[in-house]
């Protein structure tokens, strides 16, 4: 990957050369994540192609933290699950009798911390679902205690606005790149977009299936984060087959590709590698909240870089010759 000159190492990548094993690695990538997504829709538990939080269903999320001398005892998640099973809440003028016994029960923290997501609880219902759990696994710090409460409706309206969102950001970049360059430029652009987006919804779809992993309106922000960032370094790498182009115009495709993402790489891998250092920051100190957000992140610059760099220059080369907006 790399070759010498005369005056300094310059990477290379003959993406050319190559191209056989890049789509094979992507469409195997894409292969697993569409399974991920489809066994996830087919898993009787989950019912979409990713396992959607709070945010998107609606509904109670308590938060409580155990009070521990050194280490916290562990706990059984099915003795948690056992006891709100046992118990059936009182029933409430504004609200229908909750069942709670579907609750999702999570440990972070080393068992310091219990996360308990439930249907829609009025705000008494969920200081009874406190009570219950006290003598399991109490007792909780004082200011230790955390209840979010999401409407099925708002979380309706969460869910709706992200796809437009979504699909707003694909439209302005198809008509972006559509008027810089072409329409084979722009399809291949969002062919390159979509590859990353799917590859990081499929790992997210994986871990739901193993990890209960779900997402919420932050999974969304990271998505639309991602589309930018793709489509910005693939734009890089078009830019300069544009001037190669037109500059060498004697050179076959496959040269002028060869010699853009030449060009390029060592930008590419600069811009990714100083674009991971926060994020890995995020990662190991940005706490239970930005963690999952982070390795999204992570995930989309890390494919981002090899769609803009291989998969995308890659399929340009199936032309037999370039035509470009000067």
Known sequence: MTSSSPDR????????????????????????????????????????????????TGGTQIKLERQCLDKCTPLKISAISKELQEKTLPE???????NISTARVQFLDGYKSIVIRLPFLSP???????DILIPIAGPFEPGGKAIDTIGPTLGTQLLKSSFISLIVAFTGIA??????FDRTFAFLALI?????????????????????????????????????????????VFDRI??????????????????????????TLYTSCTTLLPLSALIFFGGDTLFWFSIALALGVVIGSWSSIALAPSLLT?????KIKE
């Open 9 to 56: 190492a310059k990477l290379s990548f003959p993406v050319s050369r190559y191209r056989s094993r890049i789509w094979l690695v992507s469409a195997l990538a894409v292969i697993i994540s569409c399974v991920g997504l489809i066994s996830s829709w087919l898993n009787p538990s989950i019912r979409y192609p990713l396992r959607p939080g709070l945010d998107f």
């Open 92 to 98: 409430e003028i504004s609200t229908s009798i909750p």
């Open 124 to 130: 008494t219902q969920a200081e009874q679902i406190v």
């Open 175 to 180: 008509l972006y790149i559509g008027y810089r």
């Open 192 to 236: 390159a977009l979509m590859h990353d987006l799917l590859i990081v919804c499929g790992i997210f779809s994986w871990l739901g299936i193993f990890l209960n992993l779900e997402v919420n309106s932050l999974f969304a922000v990271a998505l639309l984060t991602i589309s930018g960032y793709s489509v910005n370094d693939t734009v890089v």
């Open 242 to 267: 544009r001037e190669i182009n037109s500059s060498q115009d004697t050179l076959k495709i496959n040269q002028k590709v060869d010699l853009a993402v030449s060009a390029t790489l060592a930008r």
């Open 318 to 322: 199936l032309r037999s010759n370039i």
